[in-house]
């Protein structure tokens, strides 16, 4: 079993719709939970990241968490076209100061 | 203008040749990374360097092969030894507190597209 698991794409919906995007992961151990997003041919910018259980927002982005279930969530409301990307979750351990990455998921948000 | 520079953007090598991709950082930061990015796969991690002159191997470095001989510079050299070199290329870059076990953020450079001919 893969560390991170990340729902599989592509995406496509309407401007405004609400966006859900999850991964599951395997290691209790992780302890930080991050967002990124990657815009086409460009490096990942961090969008979001939380390391307890329960919900963050920022705007229109909300990252949720739910660690007994090794299940995290990246929900986008009022989705805009700009919002069109590839999202990237990814889980930090301190124990080797690593980043695993999920495979990604290409959203694209039509006008 | 602090950041991370990656060079050049776009690389084609003829098969059996090394290469070597440059990144740059002017953040300060301590740590720096290469990762590959595959079409349709997540990041993952070739090399790592948490201090000067001192590096790990990550996840894939078979046919790759690092230095860094200074804070700001770590270089990646694709061998003729890597089976499927062709590949997106992203370094990037954080700060670095031993001893913690606290996320710090890494930022990333713009990447380097390698297509091996």
């Known amino acids: 079993q893969k560390e991170v698991e990340q729902d599989p794409g ?3 919906v309407p401007e405004g719709a609400i966006v859900s995007l999850n991964c599951t992961y395997s290691n209790s151990a992780f302890q930080y939970f991050m967002w990124y997003r990657q815009y086409s041919r460009k490096g990942p910018e961090l969008l979001m990241y939380t390391y307890s259980s329960g919900n963050k927002e920022d705007g229109r982005f909300t990252a949720q968490v739910d660690k007994s279930s090794k299940y995290i969530s990246l929900f986008i409301r009022d989705s805009q076209p700009s919002d069109s990307a590839t999202y990237l979750c990814a889980i930090f351990t301190g124990a080797n100061s690593k980043l695993t990455f999920g495979k990604g998921i290409t959203l694209s948000v039509r006008p | 203008d602090g ?52 590096f790990q191997k990550g996840d894939i470095a078979e046919g790759y092969s690092v230095s860094r001989e200074k804070k700001e510079s770590f270089p990646l050299t694709v061998t003729s030894a890597q089976k499927n070199p062709t590949a997106f290329y992203l370094c990037a870059s954080s700060i670095y507190l031993s001893g913690t076990s606290s996320y710090n953020e890494q930022f990333f450079g713009p990447g380097t597209r390698l297509t091996v001919l």
């Open chain 1, 10 to 12: 592509p995406l496509s």
């Open chain 2, 3 to 54: 950041g991370i520079t990656q060079s050049p953007k776009y690389l084609f090598r003829k098969e059996g040749q090394n290469v070597t991709l440059s990144c740059e950082q002017n953040l300060n930061h301590d740590a720096m990374y290469w990762y590959r990015q595959d079409p349709g796969q997540g990041l993952r991690l070739i090399y790592y360097s948490q201090i000067v002159n001192d």
